[in-house]
Nanobody
Framework: QVQLVESGGGLVQPGGSLRLSCAAS????????VGWFRQAPGKEREGVSC????????NYAESVKGRFTMSRDNAKNMVYLQMNSLKPEDTAVYYC????????????WGQGTQVTVSS
C-alpha cells in the first residue's frame, strides 16, 4: 500500500519547536520531490517547503524562512520538517506529499498532523 504518514505534531508554546516526520511506505521517497503543506481553519492549503529529489535543494515560504528547515533521509524513506520559533499563526494541519504543487490530485498525500501554537 502506497502511503505517507505524518507524525510529530502537537501543542507547543510560542517560541517553541517541533519536528515533523513524514514516513513513506510502498514507494521510494527519494525518487520524488517532497513538499510540506499546511491548512489553517478557514484558510486554503498553502505550501510551506519543498525539497528536490536530485540534490536536496530546499525552498521555503517567506513566512517560515529562517525558522523551518526541511530535510530528507532517503535510506530511512523519511522526510522531516524542523520548526523553530513557532508562532500562533503557524497553527494548522501539516501535510506531506510527493509533490511541491499545492493540492495536486495526482500525487500521494498524507493524512496530516495537527500543530497548535498557543500559550
Amino acid at each position: 500500500q502506497v502511503q505517507l504518514v505524518e507524525s510529530g505534531g502537537g501543542l507547543v508554546q510560542p517560541g517553541g519547536s517541533l519536528r515533523l516526520s513524514c514516513a513513506a511506505s510502498g514507494l521510494r521517497l527519494g525518487y520524488y520531490a517532497v513538499g510540506w503543506f499546511r491548512q489553517a481553519p478557514g484558510k486554503e492549503r498553502e505550501g510551506v517547503s519543498c525539497i528536490s529529489s536530485s540534490d536536496g535543494d530546499t525552498n521555503y515560504a517567506e513566512s517560515v524562512k529562517g525558522r523551518f528547515t526541511m530535510s530528507r533521509d532517503n535510506a530511512k524513506n523519511m522526510v522531516y520538517l524542523q520548526m523553530n520559533s513557532l508562532k500562533p499563526e503557524d497553527t494548522a494541519v501539516y501535510y506531506c506529499a510527493t509533490t511541491c504543487t499545492v493540492d495536486s490530485p495526482y500525487d500521494v498525500w498524507g493524512q496530516g498532523t495537527q500543530v497548535t501554537v498557543s500559550s
